[in-house]
């Protein structure tokens, strides 16, 4: 009877495999890891993005525009909303866009408040820095109007290259 | 495990004793027992957050390029243009030049688009019309099957020893489209 005592105090637990495991899945998370940029992490919406298939080109990793049209699960409306990844241009663009408050000048992810900011926001991105590729991620049930009226800005602005963001189509 | 147990009687227990006593260094040397708990603590605190920061696989994309504005008129050959149309409620249509326009299902859409521009080999321009009401995903999924297209078209056409020029452009819908295919 005491020795059973004794093993249930002192229960001693090889912990080696796990921690082997836990090491291993740390070291594949810091090298793969590659952080949330700061419009995410502000992104209060989500987007269902619409399937296409497998397509090698990702998206540009610096000097992106993104441009996101979401619909607003609290108020129910789908607006623009302009990302810059590039901090310097970011920060000279939103100073130069009129409309904007000190505190959405602050954020790295505004929303769009009508069609002429959108042209402004576009036109500063476009004269600030050239090197600038302007990506779309749109939820896929909002209507095509909004996707229209963005090329036609974006065509009057001469960005004629951009990219439709979409996720992998299964199967 | 002792030994020394074979001796008996008196001196076999002072011998088990003493003997089990070197058991008990050896144990102590072979079975060397660290805490690892604050080492696991640590590890998993890291691995939940680089878990939670972390976003997986970049999202893809798909390439587009619209021509830059221009107000000049550029006259086609209606037999070398093929419009297809998307309605509000996602159907699509096709016509060739001024014929008249014909459904046309999601699937056989690629189908059409090979066979047309395969038979009109670089001529043919694609206008892609949509409608404001559709749904963006509708419009993608068109899109992505005129490129699942092209890649056939292209196999095609340089197997044959040319080289492809896609023709391909988004055109604004017009009110004559809309009252078109209205009834269809």
Do not use: C, H, W
């Not at chain 1, 769009?112 to 090197?131: D, F, G, H, S, W």
């Not at chain 1, 896929?140 to 992998?168: C, G, P, W």
């Not at chain 2, 076999?12 to 603590?41: C, E, H, N, W």
């Not at chain 2, 459904?103 to 009109?120: C, F, P, Y």
């Amino acid at each position: 009877m005491p020795k059973i005592k004794k093993k249930r105090v002192g229960f001693v637990l090889d912990m080696t495999p796990l921690v082997d495991i836990a090491f291993l899945l740390l070291t594949f998370f810091m090298f793969t890891a590659k952080f949330k940029s700061e419009a995410e992490a502000e992104q209060k919406f989500t987007i269902q993005r619409p399937v296409a298939s497998a397509d090698t080109s990702k998206i540009p990793e610096a000097d992106v525009a993104m441009i996101k049209i979401g619909i607003d699960t609290v108020y129910n409306d789908t607006a623009y909303y302009y990302s810059l990844s590039n901090e310097m241009t970011r920060e000279n663009v939103y100073r130069s866009v009129d409309g904007l408050t000190p505190e959405q000048q602050e954020k790295a992810l505004i929303k769009v408040a009508n069609i002429e900011m959108l042209e402004q926001l576009v036109a500063k991105t476009r004269t600030e820095n050239l090197k600038t590729q302007f990506a779309i991620d749109a939820d896929k049930s909002i209507r095509y109007k909004y996707i229209e009226d963005l090329m036609n800005v974006m065509q009057k602005y001469n960005a004629t290259e951009f990219n439709f963001v979409t996720d992998k189509r299964g199967g | 495990m002792a030994g020394g147990g074979q001796l008996g009687g008196d001196g076999g227990k002072q011998q088990k004793r003493g003997s089990l006593a070197t058991v008990r260094k050896k144990k102590k040397r072979v079975g060397f027992v660290l805490d690892m708990t604050p080492l696991v603590d640590i590890a998993f605190l890291l691995l939940t957050f680089f878990m939670f920061t972390t976003t997986m696989a970049q999202p893809q994309v798909m390439e587009m390029s619209i021509p830059p504005e221009r107000q000049e008129q550029v006259d086609v050959k209606e037999s070398e243009l093929m419009t297809l149309i998307v309605r509000g409620d996602g159907k699509l249509f096709y016509k060739l030049g001024s014929e008249t326009a014909r459904g046309v299902a999601m699937e056989d859409l690629r189908t059409l688009a090979i066979n047309k521009n395969l038979e009109k080999r670089n001529a043919l321009i694609t206008a892609l019309k949509v409608s404001e009401d559709v749904e963006y995903g509708v419009v993608i999924t068109v899109l992505d099957e005129l490129n699942l297209a092209e890649v056939e078209i292209t196999n095609q056409i340089v197997a044959d020893g040319d080289k492809r020029e896609r023709k391909f452009a988004l055109v604004p819908m017009t009110e004559e489209d809309k009252i078109e295919i209205e009834g269809l």
